[in-house]
């Protein structure tokens, strides 16, 4: 079993729709959640950043996690063709100083 | 733009040979990551560099290396290339600080 799990995708949804893009883990010491964003042929750039359980909130951006069990979560709403990319999630132990360990990501699409 | 320069921004080589990809993180970050994004594996943490310090090793093979100088800029050698050694290879830089980082463009490398 791989430590971090994420659907490759690929998710299509018309404009305007609500996305949810999810990760499983499995190392119960991971304390640090990202979501990053990677636009085609570019570097990822963090969209979401969380420390233990709870929720966060950025514009039209939400990351959830669930410590619990071993679950994060990142909606998107009223989702826009400029949100066409794959979203990454990433986590760690010891937050963005130790080894980030990434999902596969997930292409999204949004159609006009 | 994140602000990380990489060169070059693609490498075509043949399988045996050596190459260097360079990395110059952003004006007054320390810390230096390199990463490597396959289609079959994801992103994967190579190395860390600290100050002109290693500070945490991932995946890494033996045939690779990486060093991080004065002016803290690092390189990232890669030796007896294989066709398996063909990806995007990231560096990323850490505010001094913050936990975020912030990713360079990527360098493409093709082994042909």
């Known amino acids: 079993q791989k430590e971090v799990e994420q659907d490759p995708g690929p998710l299509s949804v018309p404009e305007g729709a609500i996305v949810s893009l999810n990760c499983t883990y499995s190392?119960?010491?991971?304390?640090?959640f990202m979501w990053y964003r990677q636009y085609s042929r570019k570097g990822p750039e963090l969209l979401m950043y969380t420390y233990s359980s709870g929720n966060k909130e950025d514009g039209r951006f939400t990351a959830q996690v669930d410590k619990s069990s071993k679950y994060i979560s990142l909606f998107i709403r009223d989702s826009q063709p400029s949100d066409s990319a794959t979203y990454l999630c990433?986590?760690?132990?010891?937050?963005?100083?130790?080894?980030?360990?990434f999902g596969k990501g997930t292409k999204l699409s949004v159609k006009p | 733009d994140s602000g990380v320069t990489q060169t070059p921004k693609h490498l075509i080589t043949a399988t045996g040979q050596r190459v260097t990809l360079r990395c110059s993180p952003r004006?007054?970050?320390?810390?230096v990551y390199w990463y490597q994004q396959s289609l079959d594996q994801g992103l994967q943490f190579l190395i860390q560099y600290y100050n002109g310090e290693e500070r945490a090793k991932g995946n890494i093979l033996e045939r690779f290396s990486a060093q991080q100088f004065p002016d803290l800029h690092s390189e990232l050698n890669l030796s007896s290339l294989e066709l398996g050694d063909s990806a995007l290879y990231f560096c990323a830089s850490t505010e001094r600080g913050t936990d975020t980082q912030y990713f360079g463009p990527g360098t493409r490398l093709t082994v042909l």
């Open positions: 190392n119960s010491a991971f304390q640090y």
């Open positions: 990433a986590m760690s132990e010891w937050g963005s100083q130790g080894n980030l360990i």
């Open positions: 004006s007054g970050d320390l810390s």
